[in-house]
């Protein structure tokens, strides 16, 4: 009946989202929260359980059968269950002692899991919000994650945090239940697909989280953004462009860092590293965005993703074409992040001068000021013109920003070079 | 060789473990009941034990239970053979039960001696 404990990597984690998202949908959103805790209590019943006596043949069905009478206990005890949703659920009782058997019949099938889990990630992007929310909300109810892991993982405290979601599940018991809605998925994709693109960047940029977390969140993203993929609502162009922006990032996860803790910056990477098969990967979903004529800016982001992928080396970077790239993303999403970016790319293809001046248009009321990168591009940027004194400010107010250990090495070697007067483009 | 009875305790504790760390808890048991079913001092891994209960009194009052007074709450228990307490204690302390913080009562059945 039972064996040695053989999990899958992060079984419960995914487990967590999947009983959610199905429970969710059965039970009603105003029950997220009980929901919620009858899968923490499914899960304890497993450790002790499964601990003595073994794995059971079927996990899943375990997991769902014990998180599903959990819910009905606790709404029984609630005494909702006659005047709400007594009747209807009745028959869904469920005989735990039964080995499997006898419960197929409810355990829902792959594509209603799917449908469940994307259901659930969009009540998470509910436009009653905050963006914040929205992300931190998304990686508990459909990722898993913990209360202590999203903080930590989102560089906040555990605290905050926990009022954080406490509040958002305030805000969605009181909003109407829009799992009825057939049209939900739809309008909900754009903001679906900005939660699960800054869940990747968070894992991809973060400064100070920790490695394995990061991972995780990178990991998460691209699983979200399958499961989106893969559902007729959700396979459109744009997240299409941006499996292809994931993809690519990701074939160049292993090669950012040297040794555990020693990341190391693009022109230094070693090529041979990053992962070929992925960047395939990535050029098969870029291929397959460009159907139709939308052009979003996951795709043009993915097509910079692209360049950088294909180029054999740094120096054949092709920088002129990664401009033409930035000017279309500035057209359609003039951020103050892409216009550093495009300016950076300017300065490879034409020089430090033309970069310098397409960073000094930039409006500067809109830029986040504690974003260390403005201060290093144009501390160095004015390095290389010869601007010695201004490049020491800017390279000086760079460092207080506490950027990352990588990026803080390279900016006290531009210091260094600015000090002895040196212009000279960094080997 | 001596039958014990382990009785495992947890912490009644509000701060629920996450995801990854029930997972990594439930392989470190595996590894455990592995370990000394391997050897044969496992003689019933037997079974974790559900939150709440009923309770039947001299007089036949019934009653939720147990009680959530304790400041430990009964998890599981497993049936271990050693030679004596001193093997049993040294199987005990590689348990994971007390890695979370937990504790194990170690008792002798008095009828298998």
Redesign the interface.
């Given at each position: 009946m039972s064996g040695?404990?053989q999990?899958a990597e992060?079984?419960?984690?995914q487990?967590?989202g999947q009983l959610i998202a199905t429970l969710t949908r059965r039970f009603g959103t105003h029950n997220l929260e009980v929901v919620e805790d009858a899968v923490?209590?499914a899960?304890?019943?497993?450790?002790?359980?499964?601990?003595?006596?073994?794995?059971p043949v079927d996990p899943e069905g375990w997991l769902f059968r014990v998180a599903c009478n959990a819910t009905l206990d606790s709404l029984r005890r609630r005494q909702r269950w006659q005047t709400k949703i007594g009747p209807a659920l009745q028959e869904l009782q469920m005989d735990e002692s039964a080995p499997g058997g006898g419960l197929r019949a409810d355990f829902p099938c792959e594509s209603e899991i799917d449908d469940d889990r994307l259901q659930l990630l969009c009540l998470c992007c509910h436009p009653q919000l905050s963006v914040e929310s929205q992300v931190a909300f998304a990686l508990r109810m459909t990722c898993?994650?913990?209360t202590?892991?999203i903080a930590k993982a989102l560089l906040s405290e555990t605290e905050t945090m926990q009022r954080r979601l406490t509040r958002a599940k305030e805000t969605l018991r009181n909003a109407v239940d829009p799992l009825s809605r057939q049209d939900f998925i739809s309008g909900q994709l754009p903001s679906v697909l900005r939660v699960v693109y800054l869940i990747f960047n968070e894992g991809y940029n973060s400064c100070d989280a920790d490695q394995s977390i990061r991972e995780d969140l990178c990991e998460e993203a691209l699983r979200l953004g399958g499961l989106i993929a893969r559902h007729s609502a959700g396979d459109t162009p744009p997240t299409r462009a941006l499996m292809a922006l994931m993809v690519f990032q990701s074939a160049r996860f292993a090669a950012r860092l040297q040794s555990p803790n020693e990341p190391v910056l693009l022109p230094k990477q070693d090529r041979s590293r990053w992962d070929r098969a992925l960047i395939g990967e990535g050029v098969r979903w870029l291929r397959s965005a460009a159907e139709g004529d939308e052009l979003s800016p996951y795709h043009l982001e993915a097509a910079i993703a692209a360049e950088h992928c294909l180029a054999p080396r740094f120096e054949e970077t092709p920088w002129l074409r990664i401009v033409e790239r930035y000017d279309l993303l500035m057209q359609i999403q003039p951020t103050p992040i892409h216009q550093l970016n495009r300016a950076i790319a300017l300065a490879y293809a034409h020089g430090p001068q033309a970069g310098l001046k397409s960073l000094l248009d930039i409006n500067w009321d809109d830029v986040p000021r504690n974003y260390f990168l403005f201060d290093a591009a144009l501390g160095e940027l004015h390095r290389q013109v010869g601007q010695f004194e201004l490049a020491q400010h800017h390279l000086r107010r760079a460092l207080s920003l506490n950027p990352p250990r990588a990026e803080r090495q390279w900016l006290h070697s531009r210091l260094a070079a600015a000090k002895n007067g040196c212009a000279e483009p960094p080997v | 060789m001596i039958k014990y009875l382990f009785v495992y305790r947890n912490p009644q504790d509000d701060a629920q473990p996450s995801a990854e760390e029930i997972q990594a808890a439930l392989e470190h048991w595996g590894q455990w009941i592995g370990k000394y079913s391997a050897s044969g001092n496992i003689v019933d891994g037997g079974d974790g034990l559900k939150a709440s209960g009923r309770v039947i009194r001299h007089g036949g009052l019934i009653s939720d239970g147990p009680f959530a007074e304790s400041k430990e709450v009964l998890g599981g228990y497993s049936v271990i053979a050693a030679r004596n307490y001193e093997e049993a204690l040294q199987i005990a302390r590689e348990c994971p039960c007390l890695m979370s913080e937990g504790s194990i009562e170690i008792r002798e059945l008095a009828g298998f001696n």
């Amino acid at each position: 009946m039972s064996g040695p404990i053989q999990l899958a990597e992060h079984f419960f984690r995914q487990q967590s989202g999947q009983l959610i998202a199905t429970l969710t949908r059965r039970f009603g959103t105003h029950n997220l929260e009980v929901v919620e805790d009858a899968v923490q209590v499914a899960f304890m019943q497993a450790l002790q359980s499964w601990g003595r006596r073994g794995q059971p043949v079927d996990p899943e069905g375990w997991l769902f059968r014990v998180a599903c009478n959990a819910t009905l206990d606790s709404l029984r005890r609630r005494q909702r269950w006659q005047t709400k949703i007594g009747p209807a659920l009745q028959e869904l009782q469920m005989d735990e002692s039964a080995p499997g058997g006898g419960l197929r019949a409810d355990f829902p099938c792959e594509s209603e899991i799917d449908d469940d889990r994307l259901q659930l990630l969009c009540l998470c992007c509910h436009p009653q919000l905050s963006v914040e929310s929205q992300v931190a909300f998304a990686l508990r109810m459909t990722c898993g994650f913990s209360t202590v892991e999203i903080a930590k993982a989102l560089l906040s405290e555990t605290e905050t945090m926990q009022r954080r979601l406490t509040r958002a599940k305030e805000t969605l018991r009181n909003a109407v239940d829009p799992l009825s809605r057939q049209d939900f998925i739809s309008g909900q994709l754009p903001s679906v697909l900005r939660v699960v693109y800054l869940i990747f960047n968070e894992g991809y940029n973060s400064c100070d989280a920790d490695q394995s977390i990061r991972e995780d969140l990178c990991e998460e993203a691209l699983r979200l953004g399958g499961l989106i993929a893969r559902h007729s609502a959700g396979d459109t162009p744009p997240t299409r462009a941006l499996m292809a922006l994931m993809v690519f990032q990701s074939a160049r996860f292993a090669a950012r860092l040297q040794s555990p803790n020693e990341p190391v910056l693009l022109p230094k990477q070693d090529r041979s590293r990053w992962d070929r098969a992925l960047i395939g990967e990535g050029v098969r979903w870029l291929r397959s965005a460009a159907e139709g004529d939308e052009l979003s800016p996951y795709h043009l982001e993915a097509a910079i993703a692209a360049e950088h992928c294909l180029a054999p080396r740094f120096e054949e970077t092709p920088w002129l074409r990664i401009v033409e790239r930035y000017d279309l993303l500035m057209q359609i999403q003039p951020t103050p992040i892409h216009q550093l970016n495009r300016a950076i790319a300017l300065a490879y293809a034409h020089g430090p001068q033309a970069g310098l001046k397409s960073l000094l248009d930039i409006n500067w009321d809109d830029v986040p000021r504690n974003y260390f990168l403005f201060d290093a591009a144009l501390g160095e940027l004015h390095r290389q013109v010869g601007q010695f004194e201004l490049a020491q400010h800017h390279l000086r107010r760079a460092l207080s920003l506490n950027p990352p250990r990588a990026e803080r090495q390279w900016l006290h070697s531009r210091l260094a070079a600015a000090k002895n007067g040196c212009a000279e483009p960094p080997v | 060789m001596i039958k014990y009875l382990f009785v495992y305790r947890n912490p009644q504790d509000d701060a629920q473990p996450s995801a990854e760390e029930i997972q990594a808890a439930l392989e470190h048991w595996g590894q455990w009941i592995g370990k000394y079913s391997a050897s044969g001092n496992i003689v019933d891994g037997g079974d974790g034990l559900k939150a709440s209960g009923r309770v039947i009194r001299h007089g036949g009052l019934i009653s939720d239970g147990p009680f959530a007074e304790s400041k430990e709450v009964l998890g599981g228990y497993s049936v271990i053979a050693a030679r004596n307490y001193e093997e049993a204690l040294q199987i005990a302390r590689e348990c994971p039960c007390l890695m979370s913080e937990g504790s194990i009562e170690i008792r002798e059945l008095a009828g298998f001696n």
